[in-house]
């Protein structure tokens, strides 16, 4: 890896792209931290908190225990009082398999500030770690009756309803995430990828029209136009009205060609007849079968 | 194209002709010993009219506009977008992967089963 050859400010300015951009990417920030910061921590001035807290959460997520308690004491040192300092905390039990003593952290936090958010959803995180997906579900219904505009919290919940196979709820709570995001490709994306998995002629006309929405989002979309494909083919083979399987049919053609496209740009080889034909095969074995 | 250029040329210096005149009007005014009410007709109308070919010819010239995405397109993708950090759990591979120290759990004697 390239990580160790970064400059103090390169080093700097990517963690702070990884954090704007929401990436994970927990242990290219460790090893970024480790090689080219870490002797360095008093120069980073005023990002030096953030960063802390980011390498703090990037190392529970690598299981570095250590290098995690040595960010936590900083960040304790210069805040003993703070809630989301004790939230970190509890994260750091939790990454132990402490849970019942990360529970009364958070229920600490809780009475303290009621409206805090944050704890609250580690509780739901927990029962998640521990594998409790039913009790997760039930807390972050309970979650949800108090804020209910979370919108992390609704895909969460659809995780967790995806998790326990239950599609047609995962399905509702995707919607409201695509109340708080209705231009969102991906949103469109993932409702039409549940649409699918549940299956039935209903259900992939409308995963159809979620893929075409994405498509007409962003058109470089690839897996809402593998997506379409199937849907199109689904609904070509059906018993569906002649007209309609003629248009799916001439649909699924259009998105193999937008498909081989893509492909092709991407990969900077023209696209031969034998690859379509294998890509059509291999989809064909995809597709949904109704018995 | 080459036409609104000129155009704007034509346009930046009644532009800049208005606001000599208007500031020339300002020293008559002051030499003549007379109050200031307002600028005459004539100067007010050449700086509007300049200015509205001024903007249209620059609108012209660099008409290569890019589209409004409703979306950040090419910036998101699903990984960062399904990526939730309030509900991160830490029980899982990544503490055997990425940790050089890690020990794996004595298993429970498998020997028993055969």
């Known amino acids: ?291 | 194209m080459g036409v609104y250029k000129i155009v704007l040329t034509l346009g930046l210096i009644s532009l800049l002709h208005s606001g000599y005149s208007a500031a020339q009007y300002r020293t008559f005014l002051r030499i003549s010993e007379q109050e200031f009410e307002s600028l005459p007709l004539d100067i007010s109308i050449q700086a509007i009219v300049s200015f509205a070919v001024v903007v249209y010819s620059i609108l012209s010239i660099k008409s290569d506009w890019k589209l409004i995405h409703a979306t950040e397109i090419g910036k998101s993708s699903w990984d960062t977008f399904a990526n939730i950090q309030s509900f991160y759990s830490f029980n899982h591979r990544g503490k055997a992967l990425f940790n050089p120290d890690y020990t794996q759990p004595n298993l429970p004697n498998m020997d028993l089963l055969n």
């Open chain 1, 1 to 291: 890896m390239m990580n160790e050859d970064l400059s103090f400010s390169e080093a700097r300015d990517v963690l702070r792209k990884w954090r704007d951009d929401n990436e994970r990417k927990s242990d290219e920030v460790v090893q970024v931290f480790e090689y080219c910061l870490a002797d360095k921590v008093k120069k980073l001035g005023n990002e030096k908190l953030i960063i802390l807290e980011q390498v703090f959460i990037a190392s529970l997520d690598c299981g570095r225990i250590k290098l995690a308690e040595d960010c936590i004491r900083v960040l304790i040192s210069e805040f003993p009082e703070s809630l989301r300092i004790m939230k970190l905390k509890s994260m750091l039990l939790e990454a132990l398999e402490r849970y019942d003593d990360a529970l009364d952290v958070l229920e600490s936090i809780i009475k303290r500030d009621e409206t805090n958010a944050g704890p609250r959803k580690r509780k739901v995180a927990i029962l998640k770690a521990k594998g409790q997906i039913g009790d997760a579900i039930k807390e972050m219904c309970d979650y949800l009756k108090k804020f209910m505009s979370d919108q992390e919290a609704w895909h969460e919940l659809c995780n967790l309803y995806l998790m326990e196979g239950d599609y047609n709820k995962a399905a509702f709570c995707m919607e409201e995430v695509l109340l708080h995001n209705p231009y969102s490709h991906l949103i469109h994306q993932r409702l039409g990828d549940i649409r699918y998995t549940i299956g039935g002629q209903d259900n992939i006309e409308i995963a159809k029209s979620y893929y075409a929405q994405a498509i007409k989002l962003n058109g470089n979309n690839l897996r809402a136009l593998y997506g379409l494909y199937l849907c199109c083919n689904h609904i070509a083979l059906s018993k569906a009205q002649i007209a309609k399987r003629k248009e799916a049919q001439k649909l699924a053609s259009w998105a193999l060609q937008k498909i081989s496209e893509i492909t092709e740009k991407s990969t900077g080889k023209s696209s031969n007849l034998t690859g379509v034909s294998a890509l059509e095969a291999a989809f064909g074995n995809l597709d949904i079968k109704t018995n």
